[in-house]
C-alpha cells in the first residue's frame, strides 16, 4: 500500500511486507508514523511505552482483541501488547505512539 504515497520515505523493516514512514519522531520514543502492511503480512508483537492511537486508513487488520476494518480507530493504553495481522487487502495505519514501542519478538 505504500505505493499510494510515493513521495514519503519509505523504510523497509526486518518483518517482510511492512514498511514505515516516519512522519515525526520525538527524542522520547514517540513517534508519528505511516504503517503499510501487505495482504496477510504482520507487525511484530510489540508492547505500548505509553498511549498508541492507530487510524486505519486503507485495507484493516486484526489481533488479538478484534478485526479493524477501514475507518476504524484503537487507543490502546500504556502497556498493552499486541501483533497486527493485516487483512486480505493489505493495510494502511496512521499510528501515534506516546514514548514508543517495545518489540516483543525477534525479527525473522
Given at each position: 500500500?505504500?505505493?499510494?504515497?510515493?513521495?514519503?520515505?519509505?523504510?523497509?523493516?526486518?518483518?517482510?511486507?511492512?514498511?514505515?514512514?516516519?512522519?515525526?519522531?520525538?527524542?522520547?520514543?514517540?513517534?508519528?508514523?505511516?504503517?503499510?502492511?501487505?495482504?496477510?503480512?504482520?507487525?511484530?508483537?510489540?508492547?505500548?511505552?505509553?498511549?498508541?492511537?492507530?487510524?486505519?486508513?486503507?485495507?484493516?487488520?486484526?489481533?488479538?482483541?478484534?478485526?479493524?476494518?477501514?475507518?476504524?480507530?484503537?487507543?490502546?493504553?500504556?502497556?498493552?501488547?499486541?501483533?497486527?495481522?493485516?487483512?486480505?487487502?493489505?493495510a494502511l495505519l496512521?499510528?501515534?505512539?506516546?514514548?514508543?514501542?517495545?518489540?516483543?519478538?525477534?525479527?525473522?
Amino acid at each position: 500500500m505504500s505505493q499510494a504515497y510515493p513521495q514519503l520515505d519509505w523504510k523497509s523493516t526486518s518483518w517482510p511486507g511492512v514498511r514505515l514512514a516516519f512522519l515525526e519522531s520525538l527524542s522520547d520514543g514517540s513517534a508519528r508514523v505511516l504503517i503499510s502492511m501487505d495482504p496477510d503480512c504482520g507487525y511484530p508483537a510489540h508492547r505500548h511505552n505509553g498511549v498508541e492511537e492507530v487510524f486505519v486508513i486503507d485495507g484493516g487488520y486484526s489481533d488479538g482483541a478484534g478485526t479493524y476494518p477501514a475507518g476504524s480507530f484503537q487507543r490502546f493504553a500504556a502497556g498493552s501488547a499486541h501483533a497486527p495481522v493485516a487483512g486480505p487487502q493489505g493495510a494502511l495505519l496512521l499510528a501515534w505512539a506516546e514514548g514508543g514501542i517495545e518489540i516483543l519478538e525477534k525479527a525473522p
